[in-house]
């Protein structure tokens, strides 16, 4: 035990902040969780609109499973002791996916129905389907086993002859309908490239999660889930500070030795968790230059996407307004590369994710209405030309292009509008005080994956640790891990 | 970044680390540029200055703010507000100047009897001197995604400042939007903004505005009495679906609420309410429960410190008494800033209180309408 103020300080109360905070402090470390605004979450959260919640950010939670499946994502609330507090709300279907006059599928959440409903779509696919499904869940066992540190020679060649192709590429090998590899790819808005740029070991991954362990949600949403892992940090005894910023990381010798507050306040600790975005992070650093491996490597990734959404709340129900399935991807036509490029500019949306809370209600609408959000992704530079006076002219008039996209699949939805409010990237900035809104944190292509980025095991200065998004995979289960495991690894490291 | 050890297995490997190795050095001061964004749209403090002060009526003054370098202020939607810092404690004013001009932001304040906060602004405030308010917020504001183009206004007294902004848009951006005010005041003398009101609806054919006096006066021959329904369709037409804006004092609220719904027939969704404080008396709301005496004292603890309250105040107002001052800006209920946990004792939460579903599970309530029912601990 050292004479610091705390044994470990979290910066930012997202889902890996959270998860780390509560590792920590469960396993005897005092530890201070630092919160810049009034609620526990990040992205994790939800706010209310006259009757309804609205759910900011998660739409489909992979990994939970049933109970009793292996390699889930239960065991980390289990182990939290909060397991038996959340309420899991089970989707059937992956996804309804829709070009209009193109194909309209709706694809259940099983390996077989899925198959089944491909080759009824898509006749004559369905050996070429099975093997498909064979690669993805081949691929990305090995995958987790070569992260896992299974030795080269016992790693089946597979992974390293198809891992980081494009998945475009291994979908063309496959396949020849475009609309069959269409369908198949709908999950690429959840990472943020097209199929063309997308490696298939990322692909993979996404639909072995939820073909393998079906898609969740909980009731109370995100929100019940972070305040829930708030809860099992404070029971243990962790301290909390909200509408509190980390002003600085505080530097001795080229260690870490606490951090400083925005209300002056240095408070000294022996490690420094941080689940703010890496730029912030080594700015933050006090004292220290950043070492030039850090520069040179966060000098060649990119700021991710970020997000354009629309919380609404209808007067209506999921079946008057023809919701069937709990997410609905519709996109304008076939063309991922135009779309994403669509992206770095206010153009029309031509992809949103539609998702409909109350097929599968979270608790968030009232008895008759429904809780939906209509989702695009799009960069936060595509609002760099905008002056702030016409800043709210712009998003509206943005975010009726998302109505018109919706209209496709649910004529009359403007008719039944009773709240709707708009989050623009700059919103994501505001809230996750993340450079350009981005939501995922770097742009998550081939060049960040694991085999060439290393910035959680070796931040290059001592006592600082990494968590979230930025330094590694995007996205709520991967964040919620990522948290569990630095902290796992800072326990370790302290003992050792 | 040390490649894993597998990376060179993979297939395509070499032309990525290559990739990397080309793309051109991100130069950006990302840190800077993210605290710059996040100050032009949504700085928690402004540090402004009175640029000058209008008398408007007896009981109001307008008080017109600038930022001490002259620079724009944050863009905001007619009909927001900020939260103003004074004597301890915070009240929100809805910015009644037009959102086209961001040199200044105007507050429009009314003498509240017995209030403290507007007594001390009136009386205190002067040309030059330094005011500290939040960023602009809330959620009373037109959106044309689902509002409409031809809406609704229900003031009463001060509560015309938020309509006064939204007007003030139309014409200087030159909107499409028909306007229909109806104000209420309560004599000829309280009037605000009655001549720049009338020379709206003069000069704009989409602008029509409408007095109401509470109290007949023989110098009006206008309309007086109450907003009632028949009131309404006489001046403003019948409302078919139009959006109906209220903000006045909170008695109009449920009167307002019966006479559109109720005897008009207005759906509840095509109303919003401003929200206006905590309840004047939350043991009116039937679920207070029975026999707790308002006025009955019990104890607040905090980590710091304990203290003496009556019931019937509100956790912040209470904190705020004791020297605690919680993060805040609504304080109706609303926009959750003041979250608190309560750790043991029985909070009473009034219908204003925007909670969400997963808060009573860990014991949160938002201050500004909490009341403390037993003795109770908080982790403020």
Not at chain 2, 151 to 177: K, T
Request: glycine share 10%.
């Amino acid at each position: 035990m050292s004479g610091a103020d705390f044994d470990a300080v979290v910066i930012g109360a997202g889902n890996a902040g959270l998860t780390a905070a509560a590792t920590l402090q469960r396993a005897g470390a005092r530890t201070l969780l630092v919160e810049r605004h009034s609620v526990p979450g990040g992205c994790a959260t939800s706010f209310r609109r006259g009757r309804f919640e609205f759910e900011v950010a998660l739409h489909q939670l992979s990994g939970i499973g049933a109970e009793g499946q292996a390699f889930t994502l239960r065991p980390l609330f289990d182990e939290l002791g909060i397991g038996d507090r959340l309420t899991w709300v089970g989707e059937p279907d992956l996804y309804r996916t829709v070009v209009p006059g193109s194909f309209d599928v709706t694809l259940p959440a099983d390996w077989e129905g899925a198959t089944a409903t491909l080759d009824a779509h898509f006749p004559g696919n369905h050996a070429r389907l099975e093997r498909f499904f064979a690669l993805v869940r081949d691929l990305t066992f090995w995958q987790i086993a070569a992260m896992r540190g299974t030795p080269a020679d016992q790693v089946d060649e597979l992974l390293f002859r198809h891992g980081l192709r494009p998945a475009r590429d291994v979908l063309d090998e496959h396949f020849e309908d475009e609309r069959l590899k269409a369908v198949l790819a709908s999950y690429w808005g959840y990472l943020g490239q097209p199929p063309s740029r997308l490696p298939f070991q990322d692909l993979a991954l996404v639909l072995f999660a939820y073909l393998e362990f079906k898609p969740w949600h909980l009731r109370g949403g995100s929100q019940a889930m972070s305040g829930a892992i708030l809860d099992a940090f404070l029971e243990a005894g962790g301290d909390v500070r909200f509408h509190t910023a980390v002003d600085a990381i505080l530097t001795r010798g080229g260690k870490v030795v606490g951090v400083r507050l925005d209300d002056g306040q240095e408070v000294s600790a022996t490690d420094v968790v941080s689940n703010a975005s890496l730029p912030l992070t080594y700015g933050m650093l006090d004292g220290l230059d950043i070492p030039g491996a850090v520069r040179t490597d966060l000098a060649s990734r990119r700021i991710g996407v970020s997000g354009f959404v629309l919380h609404m709340g209808l007067d209506a129900t999921p079946a008057e307004l023809g919701f069937t399935a709990s997410t609905t991807f519709v996109n304008t036509d076939l063309d991922a590369d135009r779309t994403s490029a669509s992206w770095r500019t206010r153009e029309p949306a031509r992809g949103i994710c539609v998702t409909s809370y109350d097929v599968e209600p979270i608790g968030f609408a009232p008895r008759g209405a429904t809780h939906v959000s209509l989702m695009t992704l799009q960069y936060g530079s595509a609002w760099d030309d905008v002056e702030p006076a016409a800043y709210a002219r712009e998003k509206f008039a943005y975010a009726e292009t998302l109505l018109d996209l919706v209209e496709t699949v649910t004529p009359g939805i403007r008719g039944v509008i009773e709240e709707v409010d708009v989050a623009t990237p700059l919103t994501m900035s505001r809230y996750l005080g993340h450079p350009g809104g981005a939501i995922y944190g770097y742009d998550q292509d081939a060049t960040e994956s694991w085999q060439f980025r290393d910035s959680e095991l070796h931040p290059h200065v001592p006592g600082l640790h990494l968590a979230g998004s930025w330094s590694g995979m995007g996205g709520f289960q991967p964040t919620l891990e990522a948290g569990a495991r630095v902290a796992r690894r800072l326990l370790r490291s302290r003992t050792a | 970044m040390t490649p894993h050890h597998l990376a060179a297995r993979f297939a395509g490997a070499d032309r990525i680390r290559d990739e990397i190795a080309a793309r051109t050095p991100d130069a950006v001061d990302h840190a800077a540029r993210t605290r710059r964004t996040i100050d032009t749209y949504h700085p928690r403090r402004l540090d402004l200055r009175v640029d000058r002060v209008v008398d408007e009526t007896p009981s109001t003054r307008t008080f017109r703010l600038r930022r001490p370098d002259g620079a724009d202020l944050p863009p905001f939607l007619a009909g927001q507000y900020v939260g103003v810092f004074a004597d301890g404690t915070n009240r929100p004013y809805a910015i009644s100047s037009s959102p086209a001009d961001l040199s200044h932001y105007d507050l429009t304040v009314r003498r509240v009897p017995g209030g403290r906060i507007s007594s001390h602004l009136l009386d205190t405030l002067a040309a030059g001197h330094a005011l500290t308010t939040t960023g602009p917020q809330g959620t009373f504001h037109h959106n044309p995604l689902f509002h409409g183009e031809d809406v609704v206004f229900l003031a009463g007294g001060s509560g015309v400042a938020p309509a006064m902004s939204m007007l003030r848009e139309i014409v200087d951006r030159g909107l499409d939007r028909r306007f229909h005010l109806l104000y209420g005041s309560r004599s000829l003398d309280d009037i605000l903004f009655r001549a720049e009101l009338d020379a709206l609806a003069a000069g704009h054919p989409g602008i029509r505005v409408h007095h109401v006096l509470q109290e007949p006066d023989p110098r009006w021959p206008g309309p007086t009495g109450l907003l009632t329904a028949a009131r309404v369709t006489e001046l403003a037409g019948p409302l078919d679906g139009r959006m109906v804006y209220v903000c006045g004092p909170q008695a109009l609220y449920p009167y307002a609420l019966g006479q559109l719904t109720g005897r008009l027939g207005h759906p509840r969704r095509r109303i919003r309410f401003e929200v206006n404080g905590a309840p004047a008396d939350p043991t009116r709301q039937p679920h207070w429960p029975a026999g707790a005496d308002p006025a009955e004292p019990v104890t607040v603890a905090t980590r710091a410190t304990a203290f003496r309250t009556p019931r019937g105040r509100p956790l912040l107002d209470a904190l705020e008494d004791a020297g605690i001052r919680p993060e805040s800006a609504c304080r109706s209920g609303e926009c959750g800033l003041c979250r608190v946990r309560v750790l043991k004792g029985e909070v009473h939460h009034a219908e204003e209180a925007r909670l969400r579903l997963s808060d009573p599970d860990s014991g949160y309530a938002h201050a500004c309408v909490a009341y403390p029912l037993t003795d109770v601990e908080l982790d403020v």
